[in-house]
T-cell receptor, first 114, second 109 residues
Framework: SQTIHQWPATLVQPVGSPLSLECTVEGTSNPNLYWYRQAAGRGLQLLFYSIGIDQISSEVPQNLSASRPQDRQFILSSKKLLLSDSGFYLC?????????????FGEGSWLTVV | SQQGEEDPQALSIQEGENATMNCSYKTSINNLQWYRQNSGRGLVHLILIRSNEREKHSGRLRVTLDTSKKSSSLLITASRAADTASYFCATASYSTFIFGSGTRLSVKP
C-alpha cells in the first residue's frame, strides 16, 4: 500500500532563517506531488505541484521554492522566512491519470515563524 | 481564486441529527471529492463522485452532484460526536486539485 511521510511535524523558526520541509511517498511510482498551505481555520492554498522529476509548477508567487530531486521526494524550501510564512503545510500525492483521480495527504507540518 | 466554496462555513448540530454541507465550483470538472480534516491533521478522502454521476452513497455519507448548477452537497446522517471535523470539497482538473475553504462541523453529544 502507498504511504506518504512528511517531516518535521512541527518547527519554530526565526524570521530570516532558512526552511526545508521534506516529503516522501512509498508504494507508488511517478506520482503527482503537491505542496499546500493552510492558514489557521482556512482552506488549502496550492503552492506547488509536480508531475515529474524537476518538473514543478508554482501556483502562487511566494517566498518559497520546491524541488523534486527524486521521483518520490518533494522538498519545500525557503532561503529567508517571513512572518507570513507561518502556517500548516501539507504534502500530497496522486496518481497521474483517470477520472477517479484522488489526492492523498501527509500529516502536515506546523511552521511558526517568530 | 478558490474553485470550490463550501457553505455554511460553520455548522453546529446535536448528535443524531443530519448535517448537510454544500459546495459550489466554477469550471468544468472531471470529478468532485469530499475530504475530512480533524484539527491539526492531514485531510482524509471520504468520497468521490464523477462528473457523470448524480448521487453516491458510502455508509452514512450521501453526496449529490448537479453539474448544471456547478454544485454538490454532502449529507452525513445520524451524526456522531466523532464526526466533528472540517469538511472540504475539492475539484480535480488535469493535474491539480482545488479545495474550498471548508465547513467546520461541530457535533455535540
Amino acid at each position: 500500500s502507498q504511504t506518504i511521510h512528511q517531516w518535521p511535524a512541527t518547527l519554530v523558526q526565526p524570521v530570516g532563517s532558512p526552511l526545508s520541509l521534506e516529503c516522501t511517498v512509498e508504494g507508488t511510482s511517478n506520482p503527482n506531488l503537491y505542496w499546500y498551505r493552510q492558514a489557521a481555520g482556512r482552506g488549502l492554498q496550492l503552492l506547488f505541484y509536480s508531475i515529474g522529476i524537476d518538473q514543478i509548477s508554482s501556483e502562487v508567487p511566494q517566498n518559497l521554492s520546491a524541488s523534486r530531486p527524486q521521483d518520490r521526494q518533494f522538498i519545500l524550501s525557503s532561503k529567508k522566512l517571513l512572518l507570513s510564512d507561518s502556517g500548516f503545510y501539507l504534502c500530497a500525492w496522486s496518481v497521474r491519470t483517470g477520472a477517479r483521480n484522488t489526492i492523498y495527504f501527509g500529516e502536515g507540518s506546523w511552521l511558526t515563524v517568530v | 481564486s478558490q474553485q470550490g466554496e463550501e457553505d455554511p462555513q460553520a455548522l453546529s448540530i446535536q448528535e443524531g441529527e443530519n448535517a448537510t454541507m454544500n459546495c459550489s465550483y466554477k469550471t468544468s470538472i472531471n470529478n468532485l471529492q469530499w475530504y475530512r480534516q480533524n484539527s491539526g491533521r492531514g485531510l482524509v478522502h471520504l468520497i468521490l463522485i464523477r462528473s457523470n454521476e448524480r448521487e453516491k452513497h458510502s455508509g452514512r455519507l450521501r453526496v449529490t452532484l448537479d453539474t448544471s448548477k456547478k454544485s454538490s452537497s454532502l449529507l452525513i446522517t445520524a451524526s456522531r460526536a466523532a464526526d466533528t471535523a472540517s469538511y472540504f470539497c475539492a475539484t480535480a482538473s488535469y493535474s491539480t486539485f482545488i479545495f474550498g475553504s471548508g465547513t467546520r462541523l461541530s457535533v455535540k453529544p
